[in-house]
């Protein structure tokens, strides 16, 4: 997967560089050929001011502008995004409805753990438009500096320090899979378990806990708060002054498998590429205009939002290891 995850940044670089290149400066925006629906819907399974909301509401009006139809944006929250992609199952699989979720980790937790009445072969993945990374982070008074110094406490104090977790969150995924890589059982960590990002963030932030895994945007907001010990990607972060985590985990002889952050994906139900082919090459075609214009770039830079175009195969062949990754930890999750 950490090939698949190289390629997904360097697709996303090439993706702002043709936009900002100007091949969307086509003055015929709509496409050849007519979508033969009257409008489409972008479903958003989450509440609205999220990551996920926000890359649809900015990318929405770009795609039917593209597309030649009204595109509007329906946000259906709850139970975690259960009932959303409950909801998009249910749905007429003709081309008028997509949907936007995190296809990993949240979607593939929800299935793995049987959440949710769907199975992977369930959606359509077309396009991984932006994935966050994983970094290890402390609090900034606590006494870690390093990767070996915290291995060092947990090893000598099982059990003792505490991690603050959405369960089964890729964060969450990520600790048991380095604790795994180092020979040390599950409960060395003591997890502490939160509703929501932001919850397990602020705990952090406050010291009520002593370390966590977090979606390095996600983690923006308490910045000051907090000590980056490790980035969980294998090429270094901008964002981020800390060591690669497979770097660090070289001096104790191992590595672990890197799980995306909350791969931001827009989907389709399988049964559009069979039944309405057209239409789907259609809307593929005008989505990936959307995003080769060099307005829709700049408005996705301005909200700081990725805007990569992988492609349904990449998007698939991407999701697919870390739905593998996920998948050998079944057994965690469900615990």
Known sequence: MTQLFRKYFRLAAFGLAMGLAGLAGMSDRASAEEYPLEAVTLMVPYGSGGSLDRMTRVIAPFISEELGRPVTVLNKPGAGGVLGHTWFQSQPADGSIFMVTAATPHLATQILTGRGDYGWEDFDFLNAQWADYYILVVNKEQPFETIADLVEAIRENPGELSAGIVHGSGGHL??????????????????????????????????????????????????????????????????????????????????????????????????????????????????????EREDAQARLAEGGIGGAWLGPEETQTLLDENFEVLSGLAGALTQ
């Not at 990002?197 to 009520?208: K, P, T």
């Not at 923006?220 to 000590?227: F, K």
């Not at 980035?231 to 104790?252: C, G, H, I, K, Y």
């Open 174 to 291: 990520s600790m048991l899979l380095m604790l795994e890589a180092l020979g040390l059982p599950s409960d060395s960590l003591r997890f502490v378990t939160y509703d929501g990002g932001g919850d397990v963030r602020s705990a952090l932030a406050g010291n009520q806990t002593t370390l966590g895994v977090f979606s390095a945007r996600g983690t923006e907001p308490v910045r000051d708060a907090v000590r980056a010990l490790a980035v969980l990607r294998d090429t270094p972060a901008e964002s981020w002054d800390a060591p690669l985590m497979n770097d660090e985990l070289a001096q104790f002889n191992t590595s672990m498998p890197l799980i995306s952050a909350d791969v931001r994906t827009v989907v389709a139900n399988p049964r559009v590429r069979q039944e309405y082919p057209e239409r789907l090459q259609l809307f593929l075609e005008a989505y990936k205009r959307a995003l």
